[in-house]
């Protein structure tokens, strides 16, 4: 196996182990409410696949309960740490800055217990765990991997109607860790534009590596069955809005547009419904009552349930007509790769990474900004051309896995444990 010498340490081409961090949500919370979202499924995923591959993986998050154990295992190779830091229920995303002292701490800590260079590489998740690992792989003399997930320059320029920007504290914070960490892994193009355009990233550290679904779940399946389940009529024209409750994923914009679409066409009325599955989240814990007090004055029947675990939620995919996905901003958009890996075309905002995760009019549409008669045109559009978009969505989730993900992370760390120039020279 060939070697090198990185940070004055000896490590093998195949790292042996990894450290993940996400201080600010546990892989083990249920994405969509709260802080937990995409993110979590990304750390999920990715982690069992690079246990698949060889890597013993540690994933270190804040103990949000007293009752949580110090150590879980997740899946074989993969387990999880529970750091102490700051009062264990009622701690916001936004307060975590001063308790990144804590963590940094309980990180080191478990480190110590082991011989020296236990860990091979840190991945980190966010910019607080990017803060975290910073300062851990500058004590332990190992590479730092970084992916942001979201950005905040990106997200303030794309601010929501009332939408509070991203604090300065957060933007100093970012450009720290994208300077300090030895690879950036952006997962789309346009993200590894915006960290070299906005931040002035090293181009060359920066990969791009597509997040993505777990097309062994996520499959299509039989529509009648599944309304079955979930209670929604064989006859119903339905219309999915999957994430976290708050002003930046706007699924407001989703029910002002069914109205609108019921005014275009009123054979619709009694058949057009709207389920919304999901909780609040960020500033939209500011006005928990919003959503539903808007779905009160409209003339559209709208579910809303709450976040739902992976077969509910493929049964909500595989049941309805179309899945809104009108986000201000996404980095990527796992919901719109699940919905399109179950056959069920997205209507999605044209920002991000969306314009990625969506083949525009092959396996979804995407649509300028977020009037109601635009949005409005675009489902009525999808709704028309379902079976065609159905068809195109499988084929287009089917070009993503969260294997080809875990490889291309394997890839980057291999290529922070091997600088430039002294592979070439090391010999197996």
Same mark, same amino acid.
């Given at each position: 196996?060939?070697?090198?010498?990185?940070?004055?340490?000896?490590?093998?081409?195949?790292?042996?182990?990894?450290?993940?961090?996400?201080?600010?949500?546990?892989?083990?919370?249920?994405?969509?409410?709260?802080?937990?979202?995409?993110?979590?499924?990304?750390?999920?995923?990715?982690?069992?696949?690079?246990?698949?591959?060889?890597?013993?993986?540690?994933?270190?998050?804040?103990?949000?309960?007293?009752?949580?154990?110090?150590?879980?295992?997740?899946?074989?190779?993969?387990?999880?740490?529970?750091?102490?830091?700051?009062?264990?229920?009622?701690?916001?995303?936004?307060?975590?800055?001063?308790?990144?002292?804590?963590?940094?701490?309980?990180?080191?800590?478990?480190?110590?217990?082991?011989?020296?260079?236990?860990?091979?590489?840190?991945?980190?998740?966010?910019?607080?765990?990017?803060?975290?690992?910073?300062?851990?792989?500058?004590?332990?003399?190992?590479?730092?991997?970084?992916?942001?997930?979201?950005?905040?320059?990106?997200?303030?320029?794309?601010?929501?109607?009332?939408?509070?920007?991203?604090? /300065?504290?957060?933007? +100093? $914070?970012?450009? %720290?860790?994208?300077? &300090?960490? =030895?690879? #950036?892994?952006?997962?789309?193009? *346009?993200?590894?534009?915006?960290?070299?355009?906005?931040?002035?990233?090293?181009?060359?550290?920066?990969?791009?590596?597509?997040?993505?679904?777990?097309?062994?779940?996520?499959?299509?399946?039989?529509?009648?069955?599944?309304?079955?389940?979930?209670?929604?009529?064989?006859?119903?024209? /339905?219309?999915?809005? +999957? $994430?976290?409750? %708050?002003?930046?994923? &706007?699924? =407001?914009? #989703?029910?002002?547009?069914?109205? *609108?679409?019921?005014?275009?066409?009123?054979?619709?009325?009694?058949?057009?419904?709207?389920?919304?599955?999901?909780?609040?989240?960020?500033?939209?814990?500011?006005?928990?009552?919003?959503?539903?007090?808007?779905?009160?004055?409209?003339?559209?029947?709208?579910?809303?349930?709450?976040?739902?675990?992976?077969?509910?939620?493929?049964?909500?995919?595989?049941? &309805?007509?179309?899945?809104?996905?009108?986000?201000?901003?996404?980095?990527?958009?796992?919901?719109?790769?699940?919905?399109?890996?179950?056959?069920?075309?997205?209507?999605?905002?044209?920002?991000?990474?969306?314009?990625?995760?969506?083949?525009?009019?092959?396996?979804?549409?995407?649509?300028?900004?977020?009037?109601?008669?635009?949005?409005?045109?675009?489902?009525?559009?999808?709704?028309?051309?379902?079976?065609?978009?159905?068809?195109?969505?499988?084929?287009?989730?089917?070009?993503?896995?969260?294997?080809?993900?875990?490889?291309?992370?394997?890839?980057?760390?291999?290529?922070?444990?091997?600088?430039?120039?002294?592979?070439?020279?090391?010999?197996?």
């Amino acid at each position: 196996m060939a070697l090198s010498v990185t940070h004055g340490r000896v490590h093998s081409v195949h790292p042996r182990r990894a450290a993940v961090l996400s201080v600010h949500t546990s892989p083990l919370e249920q994405p969509g409410t709260g802080d937990a979202g995409g993110m979590n499924v990304y750390v999920v995923e990715t982690s069992k696949r690079l246990a698949d591959l060889g890597v013993e993986v540690e994933i270190f998050t804040r103990a949000t309960s007293s009752d949580l154990p110090p150590v879980c295992e997740l899946a074989p190779g993969v387990t999880v740490r529970h750091l102490t830091a700051g009062p264990f229920e009622g701690l916001k995303k936004e307060d975590l800055p001063s308790q990144l002292c804590a963590l940094t701490s309980g990180l080191l800590r478990v480190e110590a217990q082991h011989e020296p260079g236990y860990f091979d590489v840190v991945h980190s998740h966010y910019w607080l765990s990017g803060q975290v690992g910073w300062l851990a792989t500058e004590r332990w003399g190992v590479p730092l991997v970084h992916t942001a997930h979201t950005l905040a320059k990106v997200k303030n320029l794309s601010l929501a109607d009332g939408d509070a920007p991203e604090p /300065l504290r957060r933007v +100093v $914070g970012e450009e %720290q860790v994208i300077a &300090a960490a =030895d690879r #950036l892994v952006a997962n789309t193009a *346009q993200e590894a534009c915006d960290l070299v355009g906005l931040y002035d990233a090293d181009a060359g550290r920066v990969v791009t590596v597509a997040p993505g679904v777990d097309l062994e779940h996520f499959r299509p399946g039989e529509a009648s069955g599944a309304r079955t389940r979930l209670g929604v009529p064989p006859d119903a024209v /339905l219309l999915l809005f +999957v $994430g976290r409750l %708050q002003p930046l994923k &706007a699924p =407001d914009v #989703l029910l002002l547009a069914a109205q *609108q679409l019921l005014r275009n066409d009123p054979s619709l009325a009694g058949r057009l419904q709207v389920a919304v599955v999901g909780g609040p989240s960020g500033s939209g814990f500011d006005e928990p009552t919003y959503l539903h007090d808007l779905a009160a004055q409209l003339d559209v029947p709208v579910r809303f349930e709450p976040p739902a675990g992976p077969d509910r939620l493929r049964d909500w995919y595989v049941a &309805a007509d179309l899945v809104a996905v009108p986000s201000h901003n996404e980095s990527f958009g796992l919901v719109a790769l699940e919905a399109q890996a179950c056959g069920t075309p997205v209507v999605a905002t044209r920002v991000g990474g969306l314009l990625t995760t969506v083949h525009d009019g092959v396996s979804g549409l995407l649509v300028d900004g977020h009037s109601s008669d635009a949005w409005a045109a675009a489902l009525a559009r999808g709704l028309k051309q379902r079976g065609l978009l159905s068809l195109g969505a499988v084929e287009h989730a089917a070009g993503y896995s969260w294997g080809r993900t875990a490889r291309g992370l394997l890839t980057a760390y291999r290529d922070v444990l091997v600088p430039s120039g002294l592979a070439a020279g090391v010999g197996a």
